[in-house]
């Protein structure tokens, strides 16, 4: 079970990096949302999954499944439309907290950046006080989540 709250952001937060990647990704389903993934760090370790989403928004079933670069490969080729890219990294909010944080297809004209944080329970979600450098919230926007963006390719008419 995941339970996670996102938000908008205008930049990257000057906060202690623990972890950076290239990510590329796209969806094989959006309803159910069937995601494959490839990580690929500075270090050069590249990792690959296929993701399986439920139905809900601050808390959801996600099944993470390893799979092989072979793998990512035959299902990106079964895609309908290109990858998404993000530079993605993932920061030590004071608490403990890890906030993730993405520039989604930067390179175009239609890129936005966002952030998630993920909690142990939706008590510590609820009480999760967000940094004043998170932007707009959209947990529970239903057509802000990357499995839309997928569809529509731009965010400009998801909020």
């Known amino acids: 079970m995941e339970i996670e709250r996102q938000f908008l952001i205008g930049k ?5 990096e623990v972890y950076a990647a290239q990510v590329w990704q796209g969806y094989l389903s959006t309803a159910p949302v069937v995601r ?3 990580f690929s760090p500075p270090s050069g370790e ?4 296929l993701t399986v989403k ?5 808390v959801r079933t996600e099944v993470n499944i390893p799979i092989d670069e072979t793998q990512f490969t035959e299902m990106a ?5 290109a ?6 990294h993932v920061y030590e909010l004071p608490d403990g907290l890890k906030l993730e944080c993405s520039a989604v297809d930067a390179e175009t004209d239609h890129g936005f950046m966002y952030a998630e944080v993920e909690f142990g329970s939706v008590e510590e979600a609820k009480a999760f006080v967000p940094p004043p450098f998170l932007g707009r919230e959209v947990t529970e ?6 499995s839309q963006y997928w569809i529509r ?3 400009a008419d998801l909020l």
């Open 46 to 49: 590249d990792r690959y999954e």
């Open 54 to 58: 439920g139905k809900g928004t601050l």
């Open 36 to 38: 494959i993934r490839r």
């Open 77 to 81: 080729g079964l895609l309908t439309r």
């Open 153 to 155: 390719g731009t965010l």
């Open 141 to 146: 926007v239903r057509r802000f989540s990357m």
């Open 83 to 88: 990858l998404i890219h993000k530079d993605y």
């Open 12 to 16: 990257f937060p000057d906060l202690r």
